[in-house]
């Protein structure tokens, strides 16, 4: 697991998102699960960024 913590409990939801899709889903790919996030938890660009970066490490 990374050291880096997110801010913002918009982001912080988006990850926890992601991570509960990839579970339920494992062949989805991860972009399409960070996208799909950035848009339901209207994250800021820098943001959703962040978050498809975050998630690309945890694979």
Avoid: C, H, Y
């Amino acid at each position: 697991m990374s050291n880096v913590q997110p801010q913002g409990e918009a982001l912080k939801k988006a990850i926890q998102w992601v991570s509960e899709q990839r579970k339920k889903s494992p062949d989805t790919p991860v972009e399409k699960l960070a996208e799909a996030a950035s848009l339901q938890f209207d994250l800021s660009p820098k943001d959703s960024e962040f978050l498809l970066r975050f998630v690309k490490q945890e694979t």
